[in-house]
């Protein structure tokens, strides 16, 4: 690749221009799927998967719904988080655009004109990855490959370099884990707040009204009931 003998013996340049040749291989239309998709579409994935585990959580339902859904809460906040963390990284660091020092890449997004180290992509989706697995193991497993496959995209479109990716999956999955037991201690109080509140409660748990229907008060008399009773009751 014509770019190699400009990366000189730095692995991480070498891998960039390995991956990004891909692309310059690559029909046009897969080039344009790949910068969706790494732009976008991956993040979309993320947030339908983690509401797939709300669905799948609420239910299943149990003693332990409100501590699940309020680690699904930390979900969106980990990555978030996880974000701010990076604005005094990159900062810091202060590392252009791998395409701003070194030429002949296919840059699928040359309009990126911030600092390249870490990843925010790679940041968001591992950072959810690795909180959703802390709640479901299948379902963060799913993430962590989302995550992956996320940066590679963001190789393959020239915008980052191999290393701002791993840096990225370092800060989100230490954010995700270092701060999850105080957000779950947080969360966890608040989430059970709404389980027991009229309004709130099918947020955690879906068979809430038949829970409520299992508790009724069966030996009353027939003559102390109230038609609603009699009524869930026949039912």
Known sequence: MAGLAESGSNPDVDLLYDINGL????????????????????????????????????RRGGEGAASAVAALVWVPLAAGLAVLVNVPIRG?????RPFVDHQGLDVLL???????????????????????????RRFGLVGIGLALFE?????????????????????????ALLL????????TPLLEAVERSAWGGRLVRARRAAADHDALP????????????ERDLAA
């Open 218 to 229: 069966t030996d009353r008399p027939t003559e102390d009931r109230t038609p609603t009773e």
């Open 92 to 96: 810091f660091v202060r590392r252009p």
């Open 110 to 136: 040359p309009g990126k004109a911030d600092y390249s180290f870490v990843s925010d992509h790679a940041t968001i989706t591992m950072a959810m990855a690795v909180a959703l697995f802390v709640v479901d």
């Open 23 to 58: 692309a310059g291989d690559a029909p046009r239309w897969f080039d344009r799927v790949m910068e969706y998709v790494g732009e976008y579409g991956l993040l979309l994935a993320m947030v339908l998967l983690v509401v797939w585990c709300w669905w799948s959580v609420r």
């Open 151 to 175: 940066g590679f995209c963001r190789v393959y479109m020239g915008v980052h370099y191999p290393t701002d990716v791993v840096g990225g999956f370092a800060l989100g999955t230490a954010v």
């Open 180 to 187: 999850s037991p105080p957000a779950m201690a947080l969360l």
